[in-house]
């Protein structure tokens, strides 16, 4: 029931009230929704370096909170592995990690990487692209990362 049907109701006597309290228990909560949207912590990635020791590489790349809170960096996904970064960064703080270590791709299949962080306890995703460099022998390096989008609540 809309402000105007209330109005005539009242007007002309026919008011619910049990219609008027539900509507304004809605229109409440809406209020509540629109004035408590949820600030998502945003990082970046830079600076992704790697290393190669024979058909190994190492990947190593700056993760940047880009954000006025701290965060908790869970783990990242990347190459079809997952590593334990299990590190706080204070806010703006940017930090140097080893991301991958393992062989070096044959595929560029694995083109997506994921960080799973969280604040206060509210956990979020950062997606990432992963781009590739081909090497003589036809295995693959990483040559850059970086988040893409927004960053995701989970």
């Given at each position: 029931?809309?402000?105007?049907?209330?109005?005539?109701?009242?007007?002309?006597?026919?008011?619910?009230?049990?219609?008027?309290?539900?509507?304004?228990?809605?229109d409440a909560f809406?209020?509540?929704?629109?004035?408590?949207?949820?600030?998502?912590?945003?990082?970046?990635?830079?600076?992704?370096?790697?290393?190669?020791?024979?058909?190994?590489?190492?990947?190593?790349?700056v993760i940047r909170?880009?954000?006025?809170?701290?965060?908790?960096?869970?783990?990242?996904?990347?190459?079809?592995?997952?590593?334990?970064?299990?590190?706080?960064?204070?806010?703006?703080?940017?930090?140097?990690?080893?991301?991958?270590?393992?062989?070096?791709?044959?595929?560029?299949?694995?083109?997506?990487?994921?960080?799973?962080?969280?604040?206060?306890?509210?956990?979020?995703?950062?997606?990432?692209?992963?781009?590739?460099?081909?090497?003589?022998?036809?295995?693959?390096?990483?040559?850059?990362?970086?988040?893409?989008?927004?960053?995701?609540?989970?």
């Open positions: 029931m809309g402000f105007f049907t209330h109005l005539k109701h009242a007007i002309f006597g026919n008011l619910d009230p049990e219609a008027y309290d539900h509507q304004r228990k809605k809406r209020d509540t929704q629109t004035r408590d949207l949820k600030q998502i912590p945003e990082l970046r990635i830079e600076d992704a370096d790697t290393r190669q020791n024979g058909q190994r590489m190492e990947v190593y790349a909170n880009d954000s006025d809170k701290a965060v908790f960096l869970d783990k990242i996904r990347i190459l079809g592995t997952k590593r334990e970064l299990d590190t706080a960064l204070r806010t703006y703080e940017a930090r140097k990690f080893l991301l991958y270590s393992g062989p070096r791709p044959t595929t560029t299949s694995y083109g997506t990487a994921e960080i799973d962080y969280h604040h206060e306890g509210d956990y979020f995703q950062a997606k990432c692209r992963v781009e590739f460099r081909q090497e003589p022998d036809k295995t693959y390096t990483v040559h850059r990362i970086m988040a893409t989008g927004p960053m995701k609540d989970i």
